[in-house]
């Protein structure tokens, strides 16, 4: 019987790719099961062996030293081959792309993080046609321009008044010459933007009131609005130029998109053969043997 040692449970490898292993006290072939020298073969040729599993396993074991004996079949060890498994899968794809991907020893340290975290960046590059950094601003652009202008990140300002009359004469200020800023300072009833000059920072139009949405979307930059009555009072709003703080979180969100996509095509193309004595193969991970018959 393969006897393996105890390591707490880990997320699922959708939610973190990072490869988790558990240590070991003993790696053998199981008696009278067969030969269990291979436990799972990925694509028909990539093996994932008993002497794989024992390699992570004594660099786990250096690291931890934590001990006690689980089955073949149980969830810690599906757990641990799954990430193996995972490791192998994304390996060739990636060279397909032109990423260098190692073939990692399974301890899931710290380093091991950041060499599958760069590399699934240079997928996302990849996929989305980033040879250089200027080529981002091209992949921003046109993320913006797919969002409805609700939902589009918008850099505004804006001086808030208790009644219209207010507002006008903030108008015929900022007309004269004034700085916006400082006359927010002055006489803004928002004492949270009024204190910065007025900034709302950048946000979608939607998190604002409609009346104050509504007539945010349709100003250029740089441009005054007349005065906007919402349930706040009366509101004079400057659209502010467009900041990092708007194109740094839609390329977060863009090539996270383009990572959990190319990692949905490479799973639904891989074929992977499992032991039965190690679990059956769901398309995500392994629902351990144990648990398949009820022990």
């Given amino acids: 019987m393969l006897v393996l040692v105890r390591l707490p449970s880990s997320a699922m490898w959708k939610r973190r790719l990072t490869l988790i292993v558990v240590a070991t006290a003993l790696l053998a072939a199981a008696c009278g099961g067969g030969d269990r020298s291979v436990l799972a073969t990925v694509n028909g040729t990539d093996d994932i062996t008993t002497d794989d599993l024992e390699l992570a396993i004594t660099a786990q074991r250096a690291n931890t030293g934590v001990g006690g004996p689980v089955d073949l079949g149980s969830r810690e060890t599906a757990q641990m081959i799954t990430n193996l498994i995972v490791g192998r899968v994304i390996r060739q794809p990636m060279a397909d792309l032109g990423v260098d991907f190692p073939l990692l020893i399974g301890t899931g340290d710290a380093n091991e993080g950041q060499i599958i975290n760069a590399a699934l960046q240079e997928v996302a590059d990849a996929r989305l046609g980033i040879e250089q950094p200027s080529d981002e601003a091209a992949v921003i652009a046109a993320a913006l321009a797919e969002m409805a202008p609700l939902d589009r990140a918008t850099c505004a300002s804006h ?137």
Avoid at 198 to 220: K, M, N, Q, T, W
Avoid at 252 to 258: L, R
């Fill in 159 to 295: 001086i808030l008044s208790p009644g219209r009359e207010q507002a006008v004469a903030i108008l015929d200020r900022l007309a004269a010459g004034e700085e916006f800023a400082a006359l927010a300072q002055e006489l803004s009833t928002d004492p949270g933007s009024g204190a910065n000059g007025g900034a709302l920072g950048c946000r979608a139009p939607s998190g604002y009131v409609p009346e104050f949405a509504e007539v945010l979307i349709e100003l250029d930059e740089n441009e005054l609005s007349g005065p906007v009555e919402s349930t706040f009072g009366w509101h004079v709003i400057l659209r502010t130029p467009d900041t990092d703080e708007i194109g740094g979180p839609v390329l977060f969100e863009v090539k996270n998109q383009a990572i959990s996509a190319w990692i949905v095509e490479v799973f639904e193309a891989a074929e992977i053969e499992l032991d039965p004595a190690v679990g059956v193969w769901n398309g995500t991970g392994i629902i351990p043997a144990s648990a398949n018959i009820g022990s």
